[in-house]
């Protein structure tokens, strides 16, 4: 089964407004890290954050994690068009050597 | 730098016909991944490899055989092609002890199965 299980599954919202997608797991996590998939396209990775962060920026955007409540999740602020495409949650459980990831948030930004 | 390559981008079987679909990737990364990306789905893990000459089964590895006979290709065979295996295939990888398993995707390859 799968470790991240995303919310929503689709999101549309207008360009400039702030996106917020998120992320629940089940076991202990070594990390975790969210990536994009544009339509097409292979996987690119955003941001990483380790289990012992509780936030982290880079650019737009702003990831948090709450290791008691096994979630996290992905701001982007000041959306833009070209953010449009799938967002994945994947995890690096303690002690595995592969990452497990989510179903996926689909994210449209409307002009 | 190429990063990692898929060939070939799309493929049309017919069930029971066979096929390897070969990923390369160019940055000397230790491990390596095959996943299948399916609508709703998400990606799942089929086999994965943490060395040359090493491979480990994923999440579905059912109907799959890998092997990685040199560190800088890992191969993915569907010995007799279901139409349950109609789906993108994803190869990843990611260097051994950079303490966060970063993965560098190829662009996927689109395999119908008829």
């Known amino acids: 089964s799968q470790q991240g299980e995303e919310d929503p599954q689709a999101l549309s919202i207008q360009e400039g407004e702030n996106a917020t997608m998120n992320c629940s797991y089940k076991t202990s996590i070594n990390n975790l890290q969210w990536y994009r998939q544009n339509s097409g396209r292979g996987l690119v990775h955003l941001i990483l954050i380790r289990s012992n962060e509780r936030e982290k920026h880079s650019g737009r955007l702003r990831v948090t994690l709450d290791t008691s409540k096994k979630s996290s999740s992905l701001l982007i602020t000041a959306s833009r068009a070209a953010d449009t495409a799938s967002y994945f949650c994947a995890t690096d459980a303690s002690g595995a050597q592969k990452l497990v990831f989510g179903q996926g948030t689909r994210l449209t930004i409307n002009p | 730098n190429a990063g990692v390559t898929q060939t070939p981008k799309f493929r049309v079987l017919k069930t029971g016909q066979s096929m390897t679909l070969l990923c390369a990737q160019d940055m000397n990364h230790e491990y390596m991944y095959w996943y299948r990306q399916d609508p709703g789905m998400g990606l799942r893990l089929i086999h994965y490899?943490?060395?040359?000459?090493?491979?480990a089964k994923g999440e579905v590895p059912d109907g799959y055989n890998v092997s990685r006979l040199k560190k800088q290709n890992f191969l993915l065979g569907l010995e007799s092609a279901a139409p349950s295996q109609t789906s993108v295939y994803f190869c990843?990888?990611?260097?051994f002890g950079s303490g966060a398993n970063v993965l560098t995707f190829g662009a996927g390859s689109r395999l119908t199965v008829l």
């Open positions: 490899s943490v060395g040359e000459g090493t491979t």
């Open positions: 990843a990888s990611t260097a």
